[in-house]
């Protein structure tokens, strides 16, 4: 079995990187017409700079899976800006996206909780897809639009997750067709279980996004890792993708949902044990707060269980 890790924007090991440098509408509105275009380009620029050291440091380190930061084009959404950010950054993009495909590198985006799929308001399932989108024109702007993925959660419930799952069924038709099939389903920490986000990934046939921590934390998810294991290796077939899994471990047991700096070894190890009993190839995104870092230390510190060996600087052999 083959495990590959990968982490989530800022590689916190480069000095000054984040990829998620941000300007709020108030800022823009209270700019001059010229200075808010000037701000607006800046601002992405460098994004997207620090977005292409951050591909050299993975290829360096040989860490093989990224997920792209959702903030690299500020305001791109916002219905009073609705800004032309393509044709200015063709190059950049594009620079990004042959040094992923060059690599190998697998890469993703993960829009935020607000783009959601189970309400009855009209104007949320409107600006989820333009979202959605968006999130997907970055990917074609760097050719990385037949193999990146952008994975968001099933939703709220609103207290009826029947009606609310109808509404998911519903509502995500309305998302083009070539996005679509980019989309992932992540399972959630207090709301929709894994088995729940199975069965709604088999309907819609879409990837299932397994969130061990989430599963952990949701006091409803009580089924065992051994029988939802085949069910979501399954949702990827069609993909010509490893199944990937997210992982991290809780702040502290009364912090449990949060995300600690880290991953906790021990608490990641059964699921490491069902996996093996698969045989099944895999990819992990960490979500540990201190990114890059936590996964080297992770990766160093499976490395020193009896029967695993490191093969890269990012991916281990068990």
């Known amino acids: 079995?083959?495990?590959?890790?990968?982490?989530?924007?800022?590689?916190?090991?480069?000095?000054?990187?984040?990829?998620?440098?941000?300007?709020?509408?108030?800022?823009?509105?209270?700019?001059?017409?010229?200075?808010?275009?000037?701000?607006?380009?800046?601002?992405?620029?460098?994004?997207?700079?620090?977005?292409?050291?951050?591909?050299?440091?993975?290829?360096?380190?040989?860490?093989?899976?990224?997920?792209?930061s959702s903030s690299i084009v500020p305001l791109a959404t916002h219905p009073e800006v609705l800004w032309d950010w393509k044709t200015p950054f063709k190059k950049e993009f594009r620079e990004i996206g042959n040094l992923v495909k060059k690599h190998g590198l697998r890469t993703s985006f993960h829009p935020n909780q607000f783009t959601l799929f189970?309400?009855?308001?009209?104007?949320?399932?409107?600006?989820?897809?333009?979202?959605?989108?968006?999130?997907?024109?970055?990917?074609a702007e760097m050719g990385l639009e037949k193999e990146g993925m952008i994975n968001i959660h099933v939703g709220g419930a609103y207290g009826d997750k029947q009606s609310s799952i109808e509404k998911f069924y519903e509502n995500s038709k309305k998302i083009p067709r070539e996005v679509y099939q980019r989309m992932t389903l992540e399972n959630d920490d207090k709301t929709y279980t894994t088995e729940e986000t199975l069965e709604v990934c088999e309907k819609a046939g879409v990837p299932c996004m397994f969130d061990y921590h989430h599963k952990i934390a949701n006091k409803d998810d009580h089924a065992e890792?051994?029988?939802?294991?085949?069910?979501?290796?399954?949702?990827?077939?069609?993909?010509?993708?490893?199944?990937?899994?997210?992982?991290?471990?809780?702040?502290?047991?009364?912090?449990?949902r949060s995300h600690a700096d880290y991953v906790d070894l021990d608490f990641i190890l059964p699921l490491f044990k069902a996996l093996k009993e698969t045989g099944q190839d895999v990819d992990m995104m960490i979500e540990a707060k201190q990114k890059d870092k936590s996964l080297l230390k992770l990766v160093e510190e499976i490395s020193k269980i009896r029967g695993v060996k490191r093969i890269s600087g990012g991916s281990i052999e068990w």
């Open 1 to 68: 079995m083959i495990i590959r890790f990968g982490y989530v924007a800022n590689a916190l090991s480069l000095w000054e990187c984040s990829p998620a440098k941000t300007m709020t509408f108030a800022r823009y509105e209270k700019l001059e017409s010229i200075e808010r275009e000037a701000a607006l380009l800046h601002v992405t620029k460098q994004n997207l700079d620090h977005t292409l050291r951050i591909i050299h440091y993975n290829i360096a380190h040989e860490i093989p899976l990224y997920r792209f």
């Open 118 to 139: 189970t309400s009855s308001k009209k104007h949320i399932t409107d600006n989820a897809v333009m979202d959605m989108v968006y999130h997907y024109d970055m990917l």
């Open 225 to 256: 890792l051994q029988d939802l294991l085949p069910r979501f290796f399954a949702t990827w077939d069609h993909t010509g993708l490893l199944p990937k899994i997210h992982i991290s471990s809780p702040k502290s047991e009364k912090e449990i």
